[in-house]
């Protein structure tokens, strides 16, 4: 099956900071890349689409400047959380869907989880 | 509205017996595709089972059945012969025509040794 990584898979930092996550297919070209979030005991709350090459379409609520998202090349998307607070800890995912998919799904990466002190 | 409903907040399983997870989905739309994720408590979304909207028959993958009633709009899963590495949230999820995933609330299911 298509394989998608994120990096890094944990990681810790002070608040006011940046933090940037990246998320690659590696072997399939991704058209679409998808950001979610998900806390604790809850679903997966999607943050925003991203196609290769146009800017991100974000969910209501979720606000663009603080979460910047790039999908630059086929392979690769990345999330930077600006001005990280504690309320931005989460378990973010990505998931990516290719170009000639015929089922719908989409691949989803191993997630990391931030952690803002 | 809710596109995903997912009434079972926990379940519990005996090791060895079959349990099934509900999930009812809510969409206009002829063509979409349901699917069931397992994660478990490393945080992965491991892919279990996906069923079209236009299969005529039940999707199977192993120990994992879907129980697709689409007049009744309900995709439940099945799990025969659970295992302790069964223990998990499972999440059923709805895509349709614009990509968007629509995730339920998620069952919590603890198989007892």
């Known amino acids: 099956g298509a394989v998608v990584s994120q990096h890094p898979s944990r990681v810790i930092c002070k608040s006011g900071t940046s933090v940037k996550i990246e998320c690659r297919s590696l072997?399939?070209?991704?058209?679409?890349m998808f950001w979610y979030r998900q806390f604790p005991k809850q679903s997966l709350m999607l943050m925003a689409t991203?196609?290769?090459?146009?800017?991100?379409?974000?969910e209501q609520g979720v606000e663009k400047d603080k979460f910047l998202i790039n999908h630059a090349s086929l392979t690769l998307s990345t999330l930077t959380v600006t001005s990280a607070h504690p309320e931005d800890s989460s378990f973010y995912i990505c998931?990516?869907?290719?170009?000639?998919?015929?089922?719908?799904?989409?691949?989803f990466g191993p997630g990391t989880r931030l952690t803002v002190t | 509205a809710q596109k995903i409903t997912q009434t079972q907040p926990g379940m519990f399983v005996q090791e060895k017996e079959a349990v099934t997870l509900d999930c009812t989905y809510d969409t206009s739309d002829p063509s979409y595709g349901l699917f069931w994720y397992k994660q478990p408590s490393s945080g992965e979304m491991i892919f279990l089972i996906y069923?079209?909207?236009?299969?005529?028959q039940n999707a199977t993958e192993g120990r994992y059945s879907l129980n697709f009633q689409k007049a009744r709009k309900s995709a439940n899963l099945v799990i025969s012969a659970s295992q302790l590495g069964d223990s998990a949230m499972y999440f059923c999820?709805?895509?349709?025509?614009?990509?968007?995933?629509?995730f339920g609330t998620g069952t919590s299911l603890t198989v007892i040794p």
């Open positions: 991203s196609n290769e090459g146009s800017k991100a379409t974000y």
């Open positions: 069923q079209g909207s236009y299969d005529q």
């Open positions: 998931s990516a869907r290719g170009l000639a998919e015929l089922t719908y799904e989409q691949y």
């Open positions: 072997d399939f070209q991704a058209t679409t």
């Open positions: 999820a709805m895509s349709q025509t614009g990509n968007q995933f629509y």
